[in-house]
């Protein structure tokens, strides 16, 4: 067996990281643009509020996200007998992983987002509504096509945030291969077992080529935003 | 179609105060800077709430309803066109709402700004006199009820003004709606305007018909004794064989002016600024100026400077020259007499003769 080649276990992991990176951008995205719009646009009673609740999850200790997370979503948290009655069960599980994954790349998805309409000139907006365009139809042929670049550089950063989530995923959905186990907490475990090495530099060589090509990808977007 | 408005307006210590109509045509709104001019273009396009008042085109109160139910084109002083789409998406944008009345078709408006071939490029591009073009084109687009215009052409150069001006005065002749423009340059409003309405501190000072405010001596403190002059209509006749300059006739006489680019037989607005008038009591000979027309004094306002303007008839057209109180005393001028008037043919600015 070479020592490049990945076990099953591994293989679950990396093919679940990628899973819940994916489904917790694409999951958060619609949300993600209205807070943004909001943010950056209205004014309203409560502003500094939602800004700081939107925030709150990237200087908190992961930890304490994943309790919440736990205490509000887990089968005897407080939205845990909803859940259930629909059929749902969010701790640990892989669904659970991609919320947990969700709620700390949303500030940095944004907070990317927001930037971008923040870039966006507001007479540009007056000026279609002059031509009669209503909000509804100004934000789909103005707004969103000129923030479009943001909303992919954010999603680049979500993922890579999501990919690399260890702190609250192992609170919330625990560390159970095959289910829950992402490629940081398989990391996580293999490293506790000795004589695993090649295991470890596999793992990691894999974390350091997914994030380092988000990374390329996430400033070749802000790039081509700045140009236009 | 017509715009009427009374509204009132006020935000913090400026108080908008407007009563106006605005008929099919061109009604210049003049007047300094912070005098209101935009806001109350914004106020007819809704882009301004908080109006109190009347807002109407054609009897149909607009007030509250919002700016994209409205149907007022509006042309800003930069273009703000679409990055993101090209020439012809931007033209195009509003096609995708569809308004549905007198439709402007997209063919009729790149024919008369000459956009075909701009059609592909990216605003990014274009110049700010095309750029600009294409704006007013997509204003047109949308099928407006009226058009306003606020300042199009300020952010642009003298030479690309002259470049955009004919197609302005194209347009004019070419759509039936009330359009409102606002400038402070005086030649832009001597070639355009059918009406003017004069705007100081917030409210419209004085407003009537082209001829009429400007050759009233006591608009002159609202224009600015720059900005103050009369336009003149005239005929382009035939070149004059012995000086070889431009020859135009108007209802009292003929001109003598420079280089002409209008085409025989067609008629001409001459801007000529009071400034640029000098009175005479007999007529001059051996002087070198070329236009010496014989009028009789109408009307002599003192203003507040040390100047008078004096308001003269030639034919049926009415002049204005500004002369210092000294020269008016000296030469004893007084209401109904007779007199010359000279103009250097060198003092017609080309900029100030439109069609």
């Given at each position: 067996m070479s020592w490049i080649s990945f076990s099953s276990v591994e293989l679950q992991a990396v093919t679940l990281s990628l899973w819940v990176a994916m489904v917790s951008v694409i999951l958060s995205l619609p949300a993600a643009i209205a807070v943004a719009h909001l943010l950056a646009r209205k004014q309203f009673w409560g502003h500094s509020f939602l800004n700081a609740l939107v925030h709150l999850p990237l200087v908190l200790p992961p930890v304490v996200t994943g309790y919440v997370l736990l205490v509000a979503?887990?089968?005897?948290?407080?939205f845990g007998p909803v859940l259930e009655a629909f059929g749902?069960?969010?701790?640990?599980?892989s669904a659970g992983a991609a919320l947990a994954a969700a709620v700390m790349a949303f500030p940095l998805i944004v907070r990317s987002i927001r930037l971008a309409i923040e870039a966006v000139d507001p007479e540009l907006e007056e000026a279609a509504s002059t031509l009669g365009a209503s909000p509804l139809f100004i934000f789909f042929y103005v707004t969103l096509p000129l923030i479009l670049p943001g909303i992919l550089a954010g999603s680049v950063v979500g993922f890579a945030k999501a990919l690399g989530e260890f702190g609250a995923t192992i609170t919330f959905?625990?560390?159970?291969?095959?289910?829950?186990?992402?490629i940081a907490s398989a990391i996580y475990s293999l490293l506790?077992?000795?004589?695993?090495e090649f295991s470890v530099l596999r793992m990691i060589g894999v974390s350091i080529f997914l994030s380092f090509g988000a990374l390329i990808i996430s400033e070749f977007l802000a790039r081509k935003m700045v140009r236009r | 179609m017509t715009v009427k408005l009374d509204i009132k307006l006020q935000r913090n210590k400026f108080l908008l105060n407007v009563k106006l109509k605005a008929p099919p045509g061109v009604t210049v709104i003049f007047g300094?800077?912070?005098?209101g001019k935009t806001t109350l273009l914004r106020v007819i396009s809704g882009l301004e709430t908080a109006t109190q008042g009347d807002v109407s085109i054609d009897g149909v109160n607009l007030l509250g309803v919002p700016p994209h139910r409205r149907a007022v084109g509006y042309v800003f002083?930069?273009?703000?066109?679409?990055?993101?789409?090209?020439v012809l998406g931007n033209l195009k944008?509003?096609?995708?709402?569809?308004?549905?009345?007198g439709l402007q078709s997209l063919g009729e408006v790149i024919d008369l700004l000459e956009l075909e071939p701009l059609l592909?490029?990216?605003?990014?591009?274009?110049s700010g006199g095309e750029a600009q073009r294409i704006a007013l084109g997509r204003a047109l687009v949308s099928n407006p009820k009226c058009l306003c215009l606020d300042e199009?052409?300020?952010?642009?150069d003298q030479a690309l003004k002259e470049r955009i001006l004919p197609y302005l005065e194209r347009l004019k002749d070419k759509i039936q709606i009330p359009i409102l423009y606002v400038t402070h340059d005086a030649a832009e409003m001597a070639r355009l305007a059918d009406n003017i309405v004069l705007m100081r501190n917030g409210s419209n000072v004085l407003s009537g018909l082209v001829d009429d405010v400007l050759s009233d001596p006591t608009a002159v403190p609202f224009l600015g004794v720059r900005s103050a002059g009369t336009v003149v209509s005239a005929r382009v006749m035939p070149?004059?064989?012995?000086?070889g300059l431009a020859v135009v006739s108007f209802a009292g006489g003929k001109l003598f002016l420079p280089e002409l680019l209008q085409q025989e037989g067609s008629i001409i607005r001459i801007r000529i600024p009071a400034q640029d008038i000098i009175l005479a009591l007999r007529k001059p000979?051996?002087?070198?100026?070329?236009n010496i027309l014989s009028g009789q004094i109408s009307r002599i306002h003192q203003g507040q400077g040390p100047g008078v303007m004096v308001q003269f008839k030639v034919g049926k057209t009415l002049f204005l020259a500004r002369l210092t109180q000294y020269s008016a005393t000296r030469m004893d001028l007084k209401k109904g007499q007779n007199i010359f008037a000279i103009i250097k043919v060198s003092a017609f600015d080309p900029a100030g003769i439109g069609t």
């Open positions: 979503f887990g089968r005897k948290g407080i749902l069960q969010l701790a640990f599980t959905v625990s560390n159970i291969p095959g289910e829950t186990q992402t506790q077992v000795p004589g695993r | 300094p800077s912070g005098s002083q930069e273009p703000r066109l679409f990055p993101h789409l090209n944008f509003p096609q995708r709402m569809s308004r549905g009345f592909h490029c990216y605003p990014n591009v274009l199009p052409l300020s952010a642009l070149r004059d064989p012995i000086s000979k051996e002087i070198s100026a070329l």
